[in-house]
């Protein structure tokens, strides 16, 4: 089975939950932005959170349907839609053979995920299907996907064969039939203008001055349109050291803020660079990632300082809530 591109989209790039322990070789993770809108896409249609997924940015992809295919789209809030008649989200549907799907437009939020019964079937590179933009590789080929390209679609589980099985029964040839179930959006926050976004502060912190302290956490920064997947600039009043000094490279993580000489942070996302000699002022909480992940040029972000103790107890909760999610979807689909 396989899916054609009849338009791509802005920037649609295969992507799984990232090419991890490879930072020492120089090799960033990548994978999907926002995990958890990955992560329920996958679920809905009986995959491993860890399954290829097709991430679509801003402007989604316009695809045409070879065979009957059990999919789910999870993220911001886009007006997709199949054969011209509006497309649920955060819901399974089994499209039809023949059907297209056009992704749309971003109304809320950035990114949508498209995820297939038996994942995208792209081969694995370092233990990843991810697309590495930079270094050109993972994916479709190492690049974002263009018009003429074919995804073949993996094997799907027992769980999605048996969903499949009685979507088909429930359609009587209709172009899409969907479950009564579905997850609620909720469960990803889908950010507005403007956002705030809570970090654990660094050593580095300290250094500013005492009026960028205050300024950090009252004055409001814009994502710049000098934004992608490597990182967010953020455009604002520039935030100034007591004394600025060149750092020793270090290792950098996802949703490092680093501070270069101009003042204007940076958010380091998926596709940063491995390591780096700016200093890092603070970290965002990774509970904080996914709606990060979401925000558009020109939003507003507030940051909002909070304990490591903290942080670590939100991103249980939020863990805890995706677990309880999980079970209670998996209690939907076997009992169909």
């Not at 780096?276 to 925000?295: E, H």
């Not at 558009?296 to 939100?314: D, R």
């Amino acid at each position: 089975m396989s899916i054609d591109v009849q338009e791509a989209g802005l920037l649609s790039t295969v992507q799984d939950l990232g090419r991890w322990g490879m930072q020492h070789l120089g090799i960033a993770p990548t994978g999907a932005m926002d995990t958890c809108a990955s992560t329920l896409a996958n679920w809905l249609v009986g995959n491993d959170a860890a399954a290829a997924v097709l991430e679509m940015t801003l402007v989604g992809a316009t695809l045409q349907f070879e065979a009957d295919t059990l999919m789910a789209l999870c993220g911001g809030k886009f007006s997709a839609t199949v054969n011209g008649r509006p497309l649920p989200l955060y819901r399974p549907v089994l499209v039809s053979a023949g059907s297209q799907v056009a992704c749309g437009r971003a109304e809320v939020g950035a990114r949508l995920y498209l995820a297939v019964s038996g994942g995208i079937d792209v081969p694995k590179v370092m233990n990843s299907h991810s697309t590495n933009l930079t270094a050109r590789f993972g994916g479709m080929e190492g690049r974002a996907l263009q018009r003429g390209d074919r995804l073949y679609i993996g094997k799907s589980s027992p769980q999605a064969q048996k969903l499949i099985a009685t979507l088909k029964a429930q359609g009587k040839g209709k172009a899409i039939a969907t479950t009564p179930f579905f997850i609620s959006p909720t469960i990803c926050h889908i950010p507005t203008s403007p956002l705030v976004v809570r970090v654990v502060l660094t050593e580095e912190f300290k250094q500013l001055k005492s009026e960028s302290h205050i300024q950090f956490f009252q004055s409001p920064f814009t994502v710049s349109a000098h934004s992608n997947r490597m990182g967010y600039r953020l455009s604002g009043k520039p935030l100034e050291f007591q004394h600025y000094e060149e750092q020793l490279s270090s290792g950098t993580v996802n949703g490092a803020i680093q501070l270069p000489p101009n003042g204007q942070p940076i958010i380091l996302l998926a596709d940063r660079q491995t390591v780096g000699g700016y200093p890092i002022i603070a970290v965002v909480a990774s509970v904080d990632l996914p709606k990060v992940a979401q925000a558009k040029v020109n939003t507003q972000i507030y940051f909002q300082a909070i304990a490591l103790q903290e942080a670590q107890e939100l991103y249980r909760a939020q863990q805890r809530a995706m677990r309880l999610c999980k079970a209670h979807l998996d209690l939907k689909l076997n009992m169909l």
